[in-house]
């Protein structure tokens, strides 16, 4: 953690249109097939979850979530490239699970990149567990597809 956030506490806010530039270019940082800025915007019309976690006025993540009957889904969450290994994804997961129980939400679902195996085990030191699989569920390299791993986290 560098020295500056050392002195600043964090917090979440709502993810806005305002700040989508900042989180797009994140997003883009972070993934070969990042969302879109129309995919945040779409998730935010669409009336999802979508929270940002902050250190002072810097982004330090974000999560996107839509709730269903009895569960909520994870569509998004991102850390900054340069905050991971600190600790910030597990915030974001307390945070997620903290909303869908007042949400009286029973389970948490993600899908996530069969090749992307630190997300995989963040997921897994957090307590989901791998339920599934979806072929061909993510966009890859030329023009082809990654399957995706469904976890799922009971509340």
Not at 40 to 61: E, H, K, M
Not at 86 to 101: I, K, M
Request: hydrophobic residues 40%; contains cysteine.
């Amino acid at each position: 953690m560098s020295a500056v956030f050392k002195s600043m506490e964090a917090g979440f806010e709502p993810m806005t249109e305002s700040r989508l530039d900042e989180v797009v270019a994140i997003e883009r940082r972070a993934y070969a097939h990042p969302w879109t800025r129309g995919n945040f915007i779409d998730s935010l019309r669409s009336g999802y979850q979508a929270q940002l976690l902050c250190v002072g006025d810097a982004i330090v993540g974000y999560f996107v979530a839509m709730q269903g009957v009895d569960e909520v889904h994870l569509l998004n969450i991102t850390v900054e490239p340069e905050h991971q290994g600190q600790g910030w994804g597990r915030v974001l997961l307390d945070a997620l699970a903290l909303w869908a129980r007042s949400q009286r939400s029973q389970w948490l679902w993600l899908e996530v990149r069969t090749s992307n195996k630190r997300a995989q085990q963040v997921y897994l030191r957090y307590g989901y567990r791998r339920v599934g699989e979806r072929k061909h569920y993510y966009p890859a390299d030329q023009g082809t597809r990654e399957d995706a791993i469904v976890m799922s986290y009971k509340l």
